[in-house]
């Protein structure tokens, strides 16, 4: 909601603006370099955010405990883009909630169905994204 919240003030919106046409910051008079940097620094914040989060949940923390995230959020996003397809700021949002749940729904019924090892959860899964 917080994200939802900022993404609707004007900063919000020039920081969507720049993502998808940089040249238009700059004929709005605002400054590229910031609108291009604000973009680390929010998901490295919330990335460390949520990292603490998990550290303090589990009570240690692993050099290993992130591997493999980036490509299942790219399958959530992947996935939940391809469900609902809208240009409203909203639903995009929603789209990565809802591609989220069919990911971990999916990952279940992997597990449920047919994965017996490690490596069979990662290939049904995969073959699942896939179609």
Not at 66 to 92: C, E, M, Q
Not at 113 to 128: E, G, N, P, Q, S
Request: one cysteine or more; aromatic letters at 14%; hydrophobic letters at 55%.
């Amino acid at each position: 909601m917080l994200i939802y919240a900022f993404l609707r003030t004007e900063v919000g919106l020039h920081f969507r603006a720049s993502g998808q046409n940089i040249k238009i910051i700059s004929d709005l008079g605002r400054s590229r370099k910031f609108y291009i940097c604000i973009g680390p620094i929010i998901g490295n914040g919330l990335i460390g955010l949520t990292g603490g989060l998990i550290a303090q949940f589990q009570g240690f923390a692993d050099i290993n405990m992130g591997f493999g995230i980036l490509i299942t959020g790219l399958a959530f996003l992947f996935i939940g883009g391809a469900i609902v397809h809208s240009s409203k700021l909203f639903y995009i949002l929603l789209s990565a909630l809802v591609g989220a749940f069919l990911y971990e729904t999916i990952t279940y019924l992997s597990l449920l169905i047919w994965a017996k090892r490690h490596l069979d959860l990662k290939i049904v899964t995969a073959i699942f994204i896939i179609f």
